[in-house]
């Protein structure tokens, strides 16, 4: 994973990574950007509103803010892509940082999903994932964790053992 330009210092996250083969999201939607998804090499199935579709090389889509999509990488081959993030986000940048640490350790499962729950809240809380159907019933919880592991350092933990230096 390679940030290319960081909110840090610019106006937007520009990220390159692989999504690997099985790895997915749920419908979701983010209310403080939008963002673009530029497939470089591979094919990467993404669902936006009602519709969806399977982008190739050196196509892109761009989901705009409170529009409900999901990707989902139904190849058996990674599928590097670049997404830019419109307004730029660190969080955004970390959470995806967070997420790939966890993978690498073995602590999400094959889709990439954080295998445990307060991981899981902090991801959804960094990344500005609002939940959509029945997931919503989920967002006390999450609400209660991410709080809880932000007061008691544990999301400090995660950006120091998975975040360069953004």
């Known amino acids: 994973m390679k940030i290319i330009q960081s909110a840090g210092n610019t106006a937007q996250s520009i990220i390159e990574f692989d999504i690997l083969p099985g790895e997915k999201t749920p419908w979701h939607y983010h209310t403080l950007f939008s963002e673009t998804f530029q497939i470089i090499e591979g094919s990467l199935q993404v669902g936006k509103n009602d519709k969806i579709m399977v982008l190739q090389e050196n196509e892109s889509i761009t989901i705009h803010p409170k529009e409900k999509h999901f990707f989902h990488n139904i190849s058996s081959n990674p599928c590097h892509i670049i997404v830019t993030v419109n307004p730029g986000s660190i969080n955004f940048e970390m959470a995806l940082f967070i997420s790939k640490g966890l993978y690498k350790d073995g602590l999400a499962s094959a889709s990439g999903t954080p295998k445990r ?36 350092g544990y999301l400090d933990e995660l950006k120091h053992r998975y975040v360069n230096n953004l």
């Open 117 to 152: 729950l307060k991981d899981l809240a902090l991801f959804v809380f960094l990344n500005n994932s609002q939940m959509v159907g029945s997931q919503k019933m989920a967002i006390p919880l999450f609400n209660y964790l991410v709080k809880k592991n932000i007061r008691n």
